[in-house]
Nanobody
Framework: QVQLVESGGGLVSTGESLRLSCTAS??????SAWFRQAPGKEREFIAT????????FYTDSLKDRFTISLDIANSTMYLQMRDLKPEDTTHYYC?????WGQGTQVTVSS
């Protein structure tokens, strides 16, 4: 059973940075991803990364400010977010196939 646990969310001011973590456990963890979703809105893809090759893919609108990475030794995926804006305020989730974490809230004050 795959388990994903996010952490690192919080309240920051516009222009600040934040790093989210997702610790993964269980079998068959190959390609993990970050998404975000605000209440009542569609889930938005952010980025994905391969645990085997480290290759990454980003949504165009966020690739200049967000960076996905891995710490394989600690089974952890990161999302480094820079120059945060109020519109980045929402719940962030990590994903592996059909599995989702519980999410972590990021709030950016203006």
């Amino acid at each position: 059973q795959v388990q994903l646990v996010e952490s690192g969310g919080g309240l920051v001011s516009t222009g600040e940075s934040l790093r989210l973590s997702c610790t993964a456990s269980g079998p068959n963890i190959y390609n993990s991803a970050w998404f975000r979703q605000a209440p009542g809105k569609e889930r938005e893809f952010i980025a994905t990364i391969s645990w085997r090759s480290g290759s990454t893919f980003y949504t165009d609108s966020l690739k200049d400010r967000f960076t996905i990475s891995l710490d394989i030794a600690n089974s952890t995926m990161y999302l480094q977010m820079r120059d945060l804006k109020p519109e980045d305020t929402t719940h962030y989730y990590c994903n592996e196939g059909l599995h989702w974490g519980q999410g972590t809230q990021v709030t950016v004050s203006s």
